[in-house]
């Protein structure tokens, strides 16, 4: 079974394609906007443009545009090529890719959550998360983390505040290249996005 996985929740853009579990390509680039001008040409340098039998997206939480657009990409996909579209926690996939270099450690995953918030969550040493996805202020997540290893792209940053003595910090970030390390039992039939907090844009008030 071949399977394509997008990942365009947060700061990068990446795709890859597998056969089984082996990659047969993938790209990842690094980008604060600009998701949805490259997502599908960098579907379409893939091998046979990237047709699969299935589809993987991250649902988020990250940028509430990048979910929405890598949503978007693999519900049309799957249409189009008759594939199955199955979903994932960003957060679980960065706990995944933290995990592989440290088998067996329970992990802390924090990542910009914008607003000068970070979201974070919590996961034992399974990689199953043990805590909701939270959106907190620095300081708040400096009390919040439960683990000494902390993955994610504000990992030193966690590490650097006052309760972080003693982390150790893997500034990793997702990556679709390595989303077959995310087990089975976090994938997703239910597309429904991960925001992890409210939107930004809020409806005016009505009038009296």
Not at 85 to 95: I, K, N
Request: include cysteine; hydrophobic fraction near 45%.
């Amino acid at each position: 079974m071949k399977t394509l996985a997008i990942d365009c929740a947060t700061e990068a853009c990446s795709v890859a394609l597998f056969d089984g579990n082996a990659m047969i390509a993938g790209f990842c680039e690094p980008m604060r906007r600009g998701h949805a001008e490259r997502l599908v040409p960098m579907i379409a340098d893939l091998p046979e443009r990237g047709r699969a039998d299935r589809v993987l997206v991250s649902l988020g939480p990250g940028s509430f545009t990048g979910v929405r657009i890598g949503l978007a990409a693999a519900r049309a996909l799957g249409l189009a090529w008759g594939a199955e579209v199955l979903g994932y926690p960003t957060l679980a996939l960065v706990a995944a890719m933290a995990q592989g270099d440290r088998p067996g450690e329970a992990v802390t995953v924090v990542m910009e959550g914008g607003h000068g918030q970070w979201f974070m969550q919590n996961f034992d040493a399974t990689g199953i998360a043990t805590d909701q996805v939270q959106s907190l202020l620095p300081e708040d997540a400096d009390r919040a983390a439960q683990h000494r290893l902390v993955a994610g792209n504000r990992a030193p940053a966690l590490a650097a505040l006052p309760g972080g003595a003693a982390r150790e910090a893997l500034p990793v970030s997702p990556d679709a290249r390595q989303a077959l390390m995310l087990a089975p039992v976090h994938w997703r039939s239910d597309l429904a996005p991960l925001y992890g907090r409210g939107p930004d844009a809020r409806l005016p008030a009505a009038k009296p």
